[in-house]
């Protein structure tokens, strides 16, 4: 075992930062000997120093930036948010400070300045927690898959809404109680619109597109929709049709005939059939398939979420770090050779499952069908219950460019023998 100390500097001590904390101080002589060398906490940035009573206060520091200009070699950072973590993170990489972070928030919109400044000074970044937690899935699409060519990446990336959906579809819980239940057990971000209206997905989902498809893609190219719309209509709408929702990330490499290539991401519910391998996700679990040519379909599943879950992706990465510190050489670097542009939504295929309150005539079903002759909607299944002057009419299309789908149910929402438009929501996989 080397003599040489890696000294790390943990800012922040919340829901992640405390658990890291715990297995740095209980475990030391176990991490040291799986590094090679001992990993001594240098210091632990807090913002209220004397609100932890239960950590050593010789290490607590309320100046995170001074923590990260003192002597240290690993900076992990378990604060959130962009600014002023951004600014500490570019100060420790261009110092030559390896860094850990969860902070997807951050990588989402910066990660292409913090590779520079990391290729510069020859550190290491890692943040196999910032997506899916305790599943390590950054690393195989960093280094495992890094021989093969990934055409698609989907699953479920954020436990809180995950939760609550699960929740809704199986005890039809309440959307709000079941927020705080997700925020009480240390799921949720500390402001949980960020999960909610899907923000956090989409973070997630620009950082596995950018590793799938070695191209940097930023949040803000992500079609991102939220669960905050989902009603109990919407559950019991799936339910009719034996489905469930879940709010999907899905990243696809998209060809086109002229055989050019673009990237598409989208963070949107989804209703998929319950005998799906996805609609068995439940709670704050992730799930995330990775398709690949060699590889072929591959499937990544455990805790997505949670201070103990997210600290052992944490550690990984710490590990990882410190032992290139003592054996010397790097982790992997940014890849974004393939620049490849981002496909908009309208023109991302999808399909779309529209249940409508329609007048009881004649002549009903042919407006509607002609609504989505005139868009080019080809439709995949009809199903029509009556209720007294009223019928629920229920379609799934087929595949077709998801601006032509909005327009056509922008459409259905305006004719007059159209009552309610009760559910809209994109489908995925066959029904069995
Ligand atoms: N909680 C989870 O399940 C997961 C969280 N993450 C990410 O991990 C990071 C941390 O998340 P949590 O631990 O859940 O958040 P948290 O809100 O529980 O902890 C953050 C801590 O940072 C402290 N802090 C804020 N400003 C500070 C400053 N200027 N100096 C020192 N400390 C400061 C806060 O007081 C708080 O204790 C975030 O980036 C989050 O997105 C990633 C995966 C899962
Ligand atoms: N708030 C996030 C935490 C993990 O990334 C989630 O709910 O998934
Ligand atoms: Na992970």
């Known amino acids: 075992m080397s003599d040489e100390r890696v000294r790390v500097a943990l800012l922040g001590c919340g829901t992640v930062g405390s658990e890291v904390t715990r297995v740095l101080l209980d475990e030391a002589d176990e991490l040291a000997a799986r590094v090679g060398a001992p990993v001594e906490l240098a210091g632990i940035a807090v913002r209220r120093p004397d609100k932890h009573p239960e950590l050593p206060q010789e290490l607590l520091t309320n100046d995170a930036g001074a923590l990260v200009e003192s002597d240290v070699d690993i900076v992990v950072e378990l604060i959130g948010g962009i600014e002023p973590v951004r600014g500490w993170l570019l100060t420790a990489l261009r110092k030559g400070r390896s860094v850990v972070t969860a902070n997807k928030a951050l990588l989402s919109e910066h990660s292409a300045e913090l590779a520079e400044a990391a290729d510069l000074s020859g550190a290491d970044l890692y943040y196999e927690a910032s997506v899916a937690g305790a599943i390590p899935l950054l690393r195989p699409l960093r280094e ?11 699953g479920i990336v954020n436990g809180t809404t995950n939760y609550i959906l699960s929740a809704m579809d199986a005890t039809g819980a309440g959307y709000a109680e079941t927020l705080d239940e997700a925020s009480r057990l240390g799921y949720a971000e500390a402001d949980p619109t960020a999960d909610v209206d899907g923000y956090d997905a989409a973070s997630k989902a620009a950082i596995l597109a950018s590793l799938a498809f070695h191209t940097r893609v930023t949040a803000s190219d992500v079609h991102r929709e939220g669960i905050a719309g989902i009603t109990a209509s919407d559950i019991a709408a799936a339910r009719l049709l034996n489905r469930t929702v879940k709010l999907l990330a899905i990243c696809e490499r998209v060809t086109a005939d002229d055989g050019t290539e673009s990237v598409s991401a989208r963070v949107h519910p989804v209703m998929i059939p319950r005998s799906h391998q996805l609609a068995g996700v439940n ?46 050489g790097r982790g992997p670097r940014e890849s974004a050779h393939a620049a490849l542009p981002v496909r908009p939504m309208g023109q991302t295929p999808t399909r779309y499952h529209i249940s409508l309150d329609v007048a009881d005539r004649a002549g009903v079903l042919a407006q509607v069908a002609q609504a989505f002759a005139t868009h080019d909607v080809s439709i995949a299944a009809v199903r029509q219950r009556d209720r007294n002057s009223t019928a629920s009419l229920v379609i799934v299309t087929h595949s ?16 007059d023998v159209v009552r309610e438009v009760v559910s809209v929501m994109r489908v995925e996989g066959e029904d069995s």
């Not at 495992?144 to 989907?154: C, E, F, N, P, Y």
């Not at 398709?291 to 103990?308: I, P, S, T, V």
């Not at 077709?400 to 004719?415: N, S």
């Open 283 to 328: 709670g704050a679990f992730n799930a995330v398939y990775v398709e690949a040519d060699a590889a072929g379909e591959l499937m990544f599943y455990g805790q997505g979420a949670g201070g103990a879950p997210t600290a052992s992706a944490v550690l990984g990465d710490l590990v990882a770090a410190a032992r290139n510190r003592v054996a010397g």
């Open 400 to 415: 077709a460019p998801d601006a032509a789908l909005r327009a056509t149910v922008d459409e259905i929402g305006k004719l």
């Open 144 to 154: 495992s898959l890094a021989g093969d060519r990934i055409t698609r990446v989907m």
